[in-house]
Nanobody
């Protein structure tokens, strides 16, 4: 299976910056898109940003111009640089990836994998 381990969350003042990292490990043939979602307290999980294996990025409108996403394919790691953070962006941030496995029967299986989440708290 595929595991995602996130790091980099914590407490930051409004206007500050944090960098999240997420490393994939396990048995898989390839990782396609990787990305970040967040779930504020009492709200639904929402997209923050995604990036394809080729480096094509997609951002939620609310974070454009403040957040950047990047990945190191050799390290199977995705990063989220968050600048000018706002209190309303306090949330659990989840790493996500779409991976492909090839079974012993040579069958291609696509998997969606989630990390355990890392808490980002932005104080006002």
């Amino acid at each position: 299976q595929v595991q995602l381990v996130e790091s980099g969350g914590g407490l930051v003042q409004a206007g500050g910056s944090l960098r999240l990292s997420c490393a994939a490990s396990g048995s898989f043939f390839s990782i396609n898109s990787m990305g970040w979602f967040r779930q504020p307290p009492g709200k639904q999980r929402e997209l923050v940003a995604t990036i394809t294996s080729g480096g094509l990025a997609n951002f939620a409108d609310s974070v454009k111009g403040r957040f950047t996403i990047s990945r190191d394919n050799a390290k199977k790691t995705v990063y989220l640089q968050m600048n000018n953070l706002k209190p309303e962006e306090t949330a659990v941030y989840y790493c996500n990836c779409n991976a492909r496995k090839i079974t012993s029967a040579s069958i291609s299986v696509d998997l969606e994998v989630w990390g355990q989440g890392t808490l980002v708290t932005v104080s006002s």
